[in-house]
């Protein structure tokens, strides 16, 4: 008998075609033509030009805004990602040991601000920070605590500040969620027999829930470092309408690295030069990660 070769088959292809079309069209080549437009200088619509490194070399040398904008976001990110962390492990903590019965209304309260449009919490934290008729100013006047009104959103430390407690606000109960969901895996039994040594609630968090959940915790400080530095939508809803505040706030103090990228891109038409702060950003964050993940395997190693 002759051996029959087995006829390919390409109905299996056919079907899966489709994504691969999408997949090349909407992300390998954006990716790949951003890349390329960040070593050119191009208004998005006529011919670009060639400048090799000199948009990346601009970032760090001759651009002041940029050089801010960075600097805004590591303080950003040195500040507010271990509040919502610390805040996030505790408010799980406590819902799971104290308030069980509760557990998914409390749940569900604390990481709404995390579902909340950004153009509401603009609109709220504007409210709450006006100078004039500000419900914040309204409450220090009442108690007696300050005598004149703070202009929390004209003044770049004030500023700054309010910055820091939306995202606090919006991304704590993100970490919160992430965090019960892993509290959630460590077996109770352990939890008992610490009671049975005598270990109180405090030393059972320590020796018992924080090494177990290190891998969790891990992976909660690179999803929170990725979403700091992509930090957009918080600072600019609450400025964007503020009536004679410039782009980043007073003294560009709350001007995010994204917020840089959109203004030169979208505003000026520099997107050669809005590409590299782009892929800048990417860089940082791509190697942050790995420094962090690498940091985090070692420590279960050990």
């Given at each position: 008998?002759?051996?029959?070769?087995?006829?390919?088959?390409?109905?299996?292809?056919?079907?899966?075609?489709?994504?691969?079309?999408?997949?090349?069209?909407?992300?390998?080549?954006?990716?790949a033509?951003?890349?390329f437009?960040?070593?050119?200088?191009?208004?998005?619509?006529?011919?670009?030009?060639?400048?090799?490194?000199s948009?990346?070399?601009?970032?760090?040398?001759?651009?002041?805004?940029?050089?801010?904008?960075?600097?805004?976001?590591?303080?950003?990110?040195?500040?507010?990602?271990?509040?919502?962390?610390?805040?996030?492990?505790?408010?799980?903590?406590?819902?799971?040991?104290?308030?069980?019965?509760?557990?998914?209304?409390?749940?569900?309260?604390n990481?709404?601000?995390?579902?909340?449009?950004?153009?509401?919490?603009?609109?709220?934290?504007?409210?709450?920070?006006d100078?004039?008729?500000?419900?914040?100013?309204?409450i220090?006047?009442?108690?007696?605590?300050?005598?004149n009104?703070?202009?929390?959103?004209?003044t770049?430390?004030?500023?700054?500040?309010v910055?820091?407690?939306?995202?606090?606000?919006?991304?704590?109960?993100?970490?919160?969620?992430?965090l019960?969901?892993?509290?959630?895996?460590?077996?109770?039994?352990?939890?008992?027999?610490?009671?049975?040594?005598?270990?109180?609630?405090?030393?059972?968090q320590?020796?018992?829930?924080?090494?177990?959940?290190?891998?969790?915790?891990?992976?909660?400080?690179v999803?929170?470092?990725?979403?700091?530095?992509?930090?957009?939508?918080?600072?600019?809803?609450?400025?964007?309408s503020?009536?004679?505040?410039?782009y980043?706030?007073?003294?560009?103090?709350?001007?995010?690295?994204?917020?840089?990228?959109?203004?030169?891109?979208f505003?000026?038409?520099?997107?050669?030069?809005?590409a590299?702060?782009?892929?800048?950003?990417?860089?940082?964050?791509?190697?942050?990660?790995?420094?962090?993940?690498?940091?985090?395997k070692?420590?279960?190693?050990?």
């Amino acid at each position: 008998m002759r051996n029959k070769k087995k006829s390919f088959n390409m109905a299996p292809y056919y079907f899966i075609m489709p994504f691969f079309i999408g997949y090349l069209l909407f992300s390998v080549f954006p990716f790949a033509f951003s890349f390329f437009i960040s070593f050119t200088d191009w208004n998005g619509v006529g011919a670009s030009a060639f400048v090799g490194l000199s948009n990346y070399i601009r970032i760090f040398t001759q651009d002041a805004a940029a050089q801010k904008a960075f600097m805004n976001t590591f303080l950003f990110l040195v500040i507010a990602i271990p509040i919502e962390i610390i805040l996030g492990l505790l408010t799980a903590m406590i819902i799971k040991d104290f308030v069980p019965k509760a557990k998914g209304a409390l749940q569900l309260l604390n990481f709404l601000p995390y579902l909340t449009a950004p153009v509401a919490v603009g609109l709220i934290f504007q409210f709450l920070f006006d100078w004039d008729y500000g419900t914040v100013n309204q409450i220090l006047t009442q108690i007696g605590a300050s005598n004149n009104h703070i202009y929390w959103l004209g003044t770049e430390g004030y500023a700054r500040f309010v910055v820091i407690l939306v995202i606090v606000w919006r991304m704590f109960g993100y970490s919160m969620i992430i965090l019960s969901a892993g509290l959630s895996t460590i077996s109770p039994d352990l939890y008992e027999a610490a009671e049975l040594d005598g270990a109180n609630w405090f030393q059972k968090q320590i020796r018992i829930t924080l090494p177990l959940l290190k891998p969790i915790l891990g992976f909660v400080c690179v999803i929170s470092l990725i979403n700091g530095f992509q930090l957009f939508d918080d600072p600019y809803m609450l400025f964007a309408s503020q009536a004679g505040q410039p782009y980043g706030g007073p003294g560009n103090s709350v001007l995010t690295v994204m917020m840089h990228m959109f203004q030169a891109s979208f505003m000026n038409f520099q997107m050669g030069y809005g590409a590299s702060i782009a892929y800048t950003l990417f860089f940082i964050i791509f190697i942050l990660s790995m420094i962090l993940t690498k940091f985090m395997k070692q420590e279960d190693d050990i």
